[in-house]
């Protein structure tokens, strides 16, 4: 066995944790101690592989970041100050290995697989072999305690199980002469052996198409412009002649400047290059910054060398319409326009953080569930205008009596929730909620007018009353349930008591599981229409209840409850048999075959059987997979860990992909172009009011643009008006869903619609 050296200067250990407010934190240890030892770098089934990660020494780029994730908080530095990783077992199949060892992370030591794949050999311009290694694992941030404090970054908050750690390495031999040159030397070795030729303009225009719409540019590692592309005068605005006097980092976004430039000095020093990726703000000539995202390519051809020095290829394309797009979705996604605090989304991740970080330091917290007592009948007889201001007031009460560290949000309607953390005792507690329900005592005064509001609250305390968010939220909902029942204007605090007499849930629970036996289930399809031709091109498939003695039951009222007991994994296996049946049937008896879409839930594509049962249904009914359609919500894109494994099972099938209520969920534009999927399912809350209001438009214009350019279909749903359809038809869509044209169909109305259809194109 001979130990190898690992080339800190070009080797990497980051990490990368999703985050509710960008997309992903990424980052990198910049001090680690790595020992490799092997009798050969070409099979490293013989290593032994040992290192050490000081916690001190993350660098996200991002300096409050840094020190939100070296804190206490995460990784408990001053306790721990290392994250030890000693590898056990080491096999391999053709180029890659599965490297598996014992990871050691505050204290606490679980086995961890690391990925690994060869990445090529090389040889330095000493002459030394160098070897490239790529590793990445995945371990889940509960199992090690590591939680991030909100109340640290405004609006920060970590969402999702999984940590990501990738590895780059180059090693060579440590008695080599690489390890025992001084860097001046090595750098004198390196410039005597680098070509001296000049390039010329013809040459490089044979590597560069003058007609190319991204930005292309040729600098040198220290930013010496060499070449700039016609497509800098057209974005920027620039005089391409001054523009090639200049220096490509003063050009760059004074924050950025530093870490591009770094990046790309530590790239050109590597042995190993691969393409470089990095985004980053580029000025305009008339002074302001637009978004870029660039890759960054080294030159290799010999000829390509000017004063002893690289040349590299730039390629930048702006993205900043795909940034005020992400920024827009992400605010309807996690904010309430109307009351300027917290939606419903965005207070489950909070609280699901802070339980989460309670489970170490064992302090307490409450939640309210705040009901606007009457606020209907404002609403009915004052208008929606008049409803709006009341519920702004009420916002501004919740908010002034809780303190700047607690959380208010909005989740929907005349529904407010509130998070007290740390918690002494239950005293405070009622001495908040007496002074909240104080604040509505005197009339709220909107627009010359005196609205007499109260408000109903339930009370639910961690842990005494749920270890989980959803616990939390639903027993203190019960507890305003019994507020309500009571006479309003009150508070109670939820207990075991109060879970028994809440009989409507369980009764209606096992109403579902006999209405499932019982077949006591129908369903509808909703047409999809072609905007432009008015021909129907699809369906959607909807379940329906009617209860032999309660009626028709809205699905809003039974599909939350089926996926919170898991029912709806037979139950969603019943409408995908059933629907793929009837769409068969249809064609069989003649109608002109239609994609049938059908939504598919988390618990669904967790099961480990599903993409097994999909073939058995495909196979039983006939179906051919190409008019199937699997619609999933983006929250599925961040609840379920091997979402990208499945999705690409499920399109081998031949089956195709949408992402329903787009816009409403996790997903940056930037994260869905590397999935696989087909559709893009604009959220109704987009169309709702594009008509008349210009944001709406914007947005929902730039989604279709972004879409089109990354291959995606899109569809709008939620169409009512005559209007929608319009303004829809204007910025680009084609195809549509919603009452407009047709309200979900049974069978017979959906077959006649077929006919009336078919006739009239």
Known sequence: MENWFVDQAHSTVGFEVKHMMVSK????????????????????TTAKIVFKLDGDSINTRNLERDKHLKSVDFFDIQNYPTIDFKSTKITKNRDRYKVTGDITIKGI??????????????????????????????????????TWNAALETGGILVGKAIKIKVELELNHQYSAFSKTSSQEMKSLIEKKQLKQKTTSNEIHR???????????????????????????????????????????????????????????????????????????????????????????????PSFSKNDNDFILVVMRDISERKEVEKAIYRLAFHDSLTNLPNRRSFMNQLRNEVMDRKLSKSKLSVFFIDLDNFKQIN?????????????EAAKRIQSVIRSTDIAARIGGDEFVVMLKDVEDEQYVLTIVERMLNQFQNPIKEAGQDFMLTCSIGVAHYPAHGESPE???????????????????????????????????????????????????????????NMSTNELIGMEALVRWKHPDLGIIPPGKFIPLAEETGLIVPFGEWILRESCRQSSAWQDQGYPPLHLSVNVSVSQLEDIYFVDKVKTILHETGLDPKWLEFEITESVLASVKSTVSILKEIRNLGIQISVDDFGTGYSSLSYIKDLPIDTLKVDQSFVKDIHTNKESKEIAKAIINLAKSIGLNVIAEGIELKEHVDELSKDGYILGQGYFFSRPLKVGAFEDFMTTNHAAS
């Open 207 to 301: 590597i560069i198409a003058e007609n190319i719409i991204d930005m292309v540019l040729i600098i040198d590692r220290n930013g010496a412009i060499h070449y700039v592309s016609p497509s800098l005068k057209t974005v920027l605005n620039y005089d391409l002649p001054l523009l090639e006097m200049s220096n490509f980092f003063e050009k760059i976004q004074q924050d950025d400047q530093d870490r591009v430039r770094n990046e790309i000095l530590s790239y050109c020093s590597r042995t190993i290059k691969r393409e470089l990726k990095s985004e980053f703000r580029l000025r305009h000539e008339e002074g302001y910054y637009i978004d870029v995202e660039a890759n960054i390519v080294s030159i290799t051809d």
């Open 380 to 392: 009915d007889q004052w208008g929606h205008d008049a409803g709006d201001l009341v519920l702004k």
């Open 25 to 44: 934190v990424r980052g990198q240890f910049d001090s680690f101690q790595a020992d490799v030892e092997a009798k050969d770098l070409t099979d490293l």
């Open 471 to 529: 616990d939390l939220i639903k027993n203190a909902d019960t507890a305003l349930y019994f507020v309500k029942e009571r006479g309003k204007n009150d508070f109670m605090i939820f207990n075991q008591l109060m879970e028994h007499q809440s009989l409507e849930r369980r009764l209606l629970e096992n109403a579902l599981r006999q209405g499932i036996n019982e077949q006591q289930f129908y369903l509808e399809y909703q047409p999809k229409i």
């Open 109 to 146: 030591t679980k086995p961890v697989t690391f990925d690994v794949e060869f990445g090529g050999k090389g040889t330095n311009p000493l002459g030394v072999e160098v070897y490239g290694y790529e590793a990445e694992a995945t371990i889940n941030r509960e199992e090690f305690g590591l």
